[in-house]
């Protein structure tokens, strides 16, 4: 299974912030789309930064409600690990166990093709269980669907 099969699924649309937003606008953004993460891009194809609701999590803790009215480049990251399109989801679920992010955002040609989060991964193995569960059973009582 590729990451290509999820964006076929899910769709490829990506929620972006622009650099110059503030951590207000960041959490309304997260709010009105129920996600975790939004991709920093000036453009909304390139990405410059990657910003979650853990960044504004520890930001908070560290520096108090001023941080809402930071820009968002005061809290994102800016070395994004991203995959291409034909990446296996199985190296997508080692590279967030590994590096401890929900996040990936993928990227072909240098532009962002769309992002797939944990939840994301968990659905698809979920499919994969059912859809092999049901063609075991199947096969046990020699039933084909
Ligand atoms: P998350 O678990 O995705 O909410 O993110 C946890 C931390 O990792 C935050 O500091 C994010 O900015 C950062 N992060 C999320 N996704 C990525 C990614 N694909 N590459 C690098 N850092 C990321």
Redesign the pocket.
Known sequence: MRISDILRVKGDKVVTVTPGSDVTQLLALLAEHRI??VIVSADGTHVDG??????VVRALAERGAAVLSEPVTAI??V????VAPDAAVEDVERLMTE?R?????VIEGGSLRGLVSIGDVVKNRIDELETERTSLAGYITGERS
């Open positions: 975790g993460a990657i910003v979650s609701e853990r960044d994102h990251t070395q994004v690990r991203s590096h992010f929900r996040h990936v955002p």
